[in-house]
């Protein structure tokens, strides 16, 4: 995951940033009225990430090649969302790791230890 991050810092100081995350902007998180939210892999997460990670970077604006540009724009999005699925994953073995080291700390035991208590009152 350093490596693909390190990967979006060089995009975003190769590319004209302010170009990048405008044209996601408009083009990346159409919203289809016709499919479940959950089904889509385009979330305004994914460009309010990269819009952040650019205001760090300063925002300068730079003269690039059009088609260069559009080719860092589509790799950019693609980068960050493979942090996401990453972050996600992680989220989940940590959530399991957890499940496993503290098995009496899950909220379906603590709803059953506690009816059992309240059973013996």
Not at 16 to 38: G, K
Not at 49 to 75: C, F, H, K, N, V
Not at 77 to 104: C, H, Q, T, W, Y
Request: glycine fraction near 4%.
């Amino acid at each position: 995951m350093i490596q693909l991050r390190r990967r979006l810092v060089t995009i975003l100081s190769t590319a004209d940033p302010s170009d990048l995350v405008a044209r996601l902007s408009v083009t990346y998180a159409v919203i289809d009225p016709d499919q479940n939210e959950s089904d889509s892999n385009r979330s305004p997460a994914h460009v309010e990430y990269l819009a952040l990670l650019a205001l760090g970077l300063g925002m300068p604006r730079r003269s690039i090649d059009p088609r260069e540009q559009i080719g860092l724009t589509w790799e950019a999005i693609d980068i960050v969302r493979d942090l996401f699925r990453g972050a996600a994953d992680l989220v989940l073995l940590e959530s399991m790791k957890s499940r496993r080291d503290n098995p009496d700390d899950h909220p379906k035991d603590i709803m059953r230890a506690s009816h059992a208590d309240e059973g013996r009152k």
